[in-house]
């Protein structure tokens, strides 16, 4: 099966967790792969791991939250392939998520934002005329069930119902033009981001979810994939739970 055949797929946060696994899965479905992350190391490791199954990626160093680091991600992708035919909006952080509202510090409010909202709408600023140029193109952007709930420090629901907003509007502005635009929302997934909430919490968390689990990164991935492929041509601003159950208690 080759649902992504010779399609050009922009990650960014392809260094760990969800970008990674869905690097390897556009891979596996014929997709040549743009792994934009950060951090280098973690980066040019996902490469090896995809160019290990024969498949063609490359790496760039990118900022994602610079509007300077994400227009060049994009021009450096078409460079390398010809073209841009999917990108999935995926980078996010999590800040000081224990601390409430009105003592959480405005730093971490604004470096939320930047990285889990501002940049996804600079990704899709730079995508969007790409994809025009090749003639259409479908984006996925990575929200949250905390894009649809509360339950987290305030900056990570903002900024993840952001997202959702962000990916209603620009589907409607680009649908007759052949972009289609949705929004993954995960329940909790086992990624190092994960890993970082303490023993207790992490349960807490895992106890949310009726099917009594956490995500494997793969599974977030292969409903990323399956919204790039034409498989999913009918779906225009949609918000897809990957959530295990969690939003429908
Ligand atoms: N892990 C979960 O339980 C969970 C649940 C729902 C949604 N999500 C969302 O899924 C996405 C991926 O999460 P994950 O768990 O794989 O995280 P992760 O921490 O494993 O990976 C995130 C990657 O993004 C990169 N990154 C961070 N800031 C960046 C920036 N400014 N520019 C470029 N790259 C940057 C990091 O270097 C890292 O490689 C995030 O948007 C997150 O909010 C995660």
Known sequence: ???LKQKVVLITGA???????????CAREGARVAVVDLDAASGEETVRLVQATEAEAVFIQADVSQAEEMEAAVRRTVAAFGRLDCAFNNAGIVLDEQVRLADYEEAAWNKTLAVNLSAVWLGMKYEIPAMLR????????????????????CAYVASKHGVIGLTKAGALEYAKEGIRINAVCP????TP??????PDERDRVTAMHPIGRLAKAEEIAETVVWLC???ASFLCGSIVMVDGGYTIQ
């Open 15 to 25: 260094g760990s967790g969800v970008g990674r696994m869905t690097a390897l899965a």
């Open 134 to 153: 090749a003639g259409g193109g479908v984006i996925v952007n990575n929200a949250s069930v905390m894009g649809v709930v509360g339950g987290c420090c």
């Open 193 to 198: 981001m994960m890993a970082a909430l303490a």
């Open 1 to 3: 099966m080759s649902l």
């Open 229 to 231: 492929s034409d498989r």
């Open 187 to 190: 329940g909790g997934i086992e």
